[in-house]
């Protein structure tokens, strides 16, 4: 399974930017699916994760109201749309395909992308 995310770059502060997750294999809509951040000196940290249907959703309250997940199985690929976003949602984003059900844990995540910087200026 590879996992490779693309959309990332420079924002305004109070802008907008859409991350994409394209995934390798034939079993992609059968996983569930998540983002993650990690920004320098910190720990990574969950952003958003959703269902292997899409039906289900759930957020940071970092993000709540600003971010929204979704995908597409038809293109094997999972969105993270970014909403008035903020200097402090600087960091490397990673994609990674839960291991069971959707959860907010980076150990409930078997694969992971090679991460795409956001970084937003004020």
């Known amino acids: 399974v590879q996992l490779v995310e693309s959309g990332g770059g420079w924002v305004q502060a109070g802008g907008s930017l859409r991350l994409s997750c394209a995934a390798s294999g034939r079993t992609f809509n059968i996983y569930a699916f998540g983002w993650f951040r990690q920004a320098p000196g910190k720990e990574r940290e969950f952003v958003a994760a959703?269902?292997?249907?899409?039906?289900?959703?759930v957020y940071a309250d970092s993000v709540k109201g600003r971010f929204a997940i979704s995908r597409d199985n038809a293109k094997n690929t999972v969105y993270l749309q970014m909403n008035s976003v903020k200097p402090e949602d600087t960091a490397v984003y990673y994609c990674?395909?839960?291991?069971?059900?959707?959860?907010?844990?980076?150990?409930?995540?078997?694969?992971w992308g090679q991460g795409t910087q956001v970084t937003v200026s004020s």
């Open positions: 990674a395909r839960a291991n069971q059900t959707y959860n907010i844990f980076p150990k409930g995540y078997d694969y």
């Open positions: 959703i269902s292997w249907k899409g039906g289900s959703t």
